[in-house]
């Protein structure tokens, strides 16, 4: 089955700075690529997805970036805030198997 | 909202109880997922059924009994618990391969 790592677990960033997030997949089937965001005491929801027909895609100033042949996508977040500061997961999975795979999470923290 | 109701939001009971987690979407899609987030620990699959079936087990004891009824709705029975099944238990509903919309959880505590 699918395995999914994610990188780093936890990251602490300065109000203003770029914040990277990395993860790996390893089913080579996988083509839906979504990253969610996880407030403290609240629900996970979806801040930006690609599919892999696309290499990149960009909504504010958050990112996507996706490479099919090695198997890895990051989100880049620009001029981070302390509203920022949540827990990001990763995930992927495979155009109708409905099982998506979720990264371990990447606590990141935002420094005013 | 997102459209997913959970309830309870908060739970608590002993070892010998029978109780049971309610998941309700209004947004018309056709897979229901619960899901188990410890503290500090990754997001946990547990079933998941597409069109009222279920497609996934993972390895969950058999002190957790899901059941779909029908597409808007899914509970998650839970009978002679242990102290350490004691999390957040997340159902989410999603079109297919598409977004995960999650509800709000519920917390349950088993003393």
Redesign the interface.
């Known amino acids: 089955g699918e395995n999914v790592e994610q990188h780093p677990s936890t990251l602490s960033v300065q109000e203003g700075d770029s914040a990277v997030i990395k993860c790996t997949y390893s089913d080579s089937a996988s083509n839906?690529f979504?990253w969610?965001k996880q407030e403290l005491g609240?629900?996970?929801?979806?801040i930006i997805?690609i599919r892999s027909n696309v290499g990149e895609k960009k909504d504010q100033r958050i990112a996507v970036t996706l490479n099919k042949t090695a198997k890895h996508f990051s989100l880049h977040i620009t001029e981070t805030q302390p509203e920022d500061s949540a827990v990001y997961?990763c995930?992927a999975?495979?155009?109708?198997?409905?099982?998506?795979?979720?990264?371990?999470?990447t606590s990141l923290i935002v420094h005013p | 909202e997102t459209g997913v109701t959970q309830t309870p939001r908060h739970l608590v009971m002993g070892m010998t109880n029978k109780k049971s987690l309610k998941c309700e979407q209004h947004l018309g899609h056709n897979a229901m997922y619960w899901y188990k987030q410890s503290a500090k620990k990754p997001l946990e699959l547990m079933f998941v059924y597409s069109l009222e079936e279920r497609v996934e087990n993972n390895s969950v004891p058999s002190r957790f009994s899901p059941e779909c009824p029908n597409s808007s709705h899914l509970f998650l029975h839970l009978h002679t618990l242990q102290p350490e099944d004691s999390a957040l238990y997340l159902c989410a509903s999603s079109q297919q391969d598409n977004e995960q919309f999650f509800g709000p959880g519920t917390r349950l505590t088993v003393l």
């Open positions: 839906y979504p969610y609240k629900r996970p929801q979806l997805d997961f995930a999975s495979n155009g109708g198997s409905y099982i998506p795979t979720f990264g371990r999470g």
